[in-house]
């Protein structure tokens, strides 16, 4: 791994695409518009993006549409289009540093996070899908025997993938790597508060080959651009991940035009628990300080309620606070930083606004606090544990996206699972007992469920990387939906 300096060095040689991608080839914005890039870790502007609107979104989706209709893309023989995504994957690797810089600067993530987890995941996610394309067959139906009924896998033409700003490029390569596989025509629209590594590889999708106007990237904001496809009545798809609250205005959208399709990856609010049978109760705190510190907890899983057996609270405490000390924010491009900026001033405010409600409503600060801005120096946030919270919080209740944690204590196992399960959110979940019952129950019942470990927290990724595709029929649906736990069997 190289050193801050290093790093340093390397990012001011890198430039920066802040054009729109359409059609295969950068242009500005027909408004002119353009809205600035910056570097949270510095407060510095890195590029000055072009800013699109409705007017960007009709050449795009005109540009989407035509190649699909022409099928260079859309009818390409399996075998092509998965060594095209193939060259794509290697280029994506051959360019890991440049696009682990171009993240680390736009949004503040650590370097090292970057270099591990963001890059070489998007790498595989790319790689999975290409190799799904000449394995995943199509169906013959059940019929009588003067009936032939066959099930056929196909492109369902421009696909709008609108994408939020905490993993940048991996967000984004979970809708692109699918929807592209399938051989649809996508436009993405990266969150306006990091577009530089989407622009950067479009660039790249068109040296492996994808025909031109395949994948189109519009930088922009939410209620110009965003809206835009959403209410596009030649988008076919739209595949988001972002907040709830957008979400459910995109469902709007989609009924107010062309009932497109709408795949919807939303907020959380994961509750870890922790029970006094839990043998390596110092993982458990390693584990659950990275669960909710990990990328500043700008992190739609973050492990953000704790609910720890009362008998092993104040221990199990002292563990996770030796760990939290670890996390102290400082400059992303040094390797040895665990924890960078929040990604503009208005989530420094957010984190620091619940913090203050969770001592308003009567939590303790046990560790961290309210962070002091100084202008001009970064937008670092403080990593906060807060105890003696209660489910009827503020802080408990709604999605902070940041390095916050409640912590509450439980008695019974049944206490532990209602107060888990006391949430309109429904993403992730873990749990640390040594009981297998009771890390099987949860298990079982995951059809209520995005997710849920036990003795880890999204540590075993499962080899499929993509959460939502874009073909027909739908390969995975993911939402945020609530979920429920059940108790250990007796
Ligand atoms: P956001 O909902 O504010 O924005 C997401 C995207 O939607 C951005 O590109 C934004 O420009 C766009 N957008 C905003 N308003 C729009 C509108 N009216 N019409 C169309 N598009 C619009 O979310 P964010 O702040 O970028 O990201 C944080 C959220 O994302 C958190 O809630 C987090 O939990 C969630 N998230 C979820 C997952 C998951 O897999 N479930 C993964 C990452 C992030």
Redesign the pocket.
């Known amino acids: 791994m190289r050193t801050a300096a290093q790093w340093q060095a390397l990012s001011e040689e890198i430039r920066f695409r802040s054009e729109a991608w359409i059609d295969g080839a950068f242009h500005p914005a027909v408004s002119g518009e353009t809205f600035p890039a910056i570097n949270p870790a510095t407060e510095q502007e890195l590029a000055q993006v072009a800013s699109c609107d409705s007017a960007d979104v009709d050449l795009a989706v005109h540009a989407a549409r035509k190649v699909f209709k022409a099928g260079s893309w859309s009818n390409a023989s399996p075998a092509k289009r998965k060594r095209t995504l193939l060259r794509l994957a290697d280029l994506l690797e051959l360019h890991s540093d440049e696009f682990a810089l171009l993240d680390s600067l736009d949004m503040g993530k650590t370097i090292g996070e970057m270099v591990n987890i963001d890059v070489p995941e998007a790498v595989d996610c790319l790689r999975w899908s290409a190799e799904s394309i000449d394995k995943v067959y199509g169906e013959i139906a059940p019929t009588g025997a003067k009936t032939l009924g066959l099930i056929t896998r196909n492109p369902i033409g421009v696909v709008a993938a609108?994408?939020?700003?905490?993993?940048p490029l991996m967000?984004a390569m979970?809708k692109l790597a699918p929807a592209l596989a399938a051989g649809n025509s996508v436009i993405l629209?990266?969150?306006?508060?990091a577009s530089l590594s989407a622009l950067r590889f479009a660039e790249l999708a068109q040296q492996a080959g994808l025909p031109d106007g395949v994948l189109n990237v519009l930088p922009?904001?939410?209620?110009t651009?965003?809206?835009a496809?959403?209410l596009h009545m030649d988008v076919d798809v739209l595949a988001?991940?972002?907040?709830?609250?957008?979400?459910g205005?995109?469902l709007e959208?989609s009924g107010q035009s062309n009932l497109k399709r709408v795949w919807?990856?939303?907020?959380?609010k994961s509750p870890v628990l922790v029970f006094d049978d839990c043998a390596d109760l110092d993982k458990a705190a390693l584990i659950a300080a990275r669960a909710i510190f990990t990328n500043q907890g700008?992190?739609?899983?973050?492990g953000s309620r704790l609910y720890v057996q009362n008998s092993i609270r104040e221990p199990f405490l002292q563990a996770l606070m030796k760990v939290a000390a670890e996390y102290q924010p400082g400059n992303p491009l040094d390797p040895n930083v665990m924890m960078g900026p929040m990604?503009d001033k208005a989530?420094l405010d957010t984190v620091n606004r619940y913090i203050q409600s969770g001592i308003d409503e009567g939590g303790e600060i046990a560790f961290g606090g309210l962070a002091e801005y100084t202008a001009g120096q970064g937008y670092y946030p403080r990593p906060t544990i807060i105890t003696g919270t209660r489910n009827d919080m503020t802080c408990v209740r709604e999605?902070i996206?940041g390095p916050v944690l409640s912590v509450a204590g439980f008695d019974t196992e049944e206490e532990a699972i209602a107060l888990a399960n006391d949430s309109r959110y429904g993403?992730g979940a873990s749990l640390w007992t040594d009981n297998l019952s009771r890390c099987l129950a949860p298990t079982a019942s995951a059809a209520h469920w995005?997710a849920a470990w036990c003795g880890s927290m999204a540590g075993a990724m499962a080899t499929p990387p993509c959460?939502s595709a874009a073909s027909k029929p739908p390969v995975t649906v993911?939402t945020?939906r609530p979920m429920r736990w059940r108790n250990t069997p007796s």
């Open positions: 609108i994408t939020p700003w905490n993993y967000m979970w629209k990266p969150s306006e508060k922009g904001f939410g209620h651009a965003g809206k496809l959403a988001f991940t972002g907040s709830t609250r957008v979400a205005m995109l959208y919807i990856e939303a907020g959380g700008e992190v739609c899983i973050a990604v989530q999605e996206f993403l995005r959460r993911a945020s």
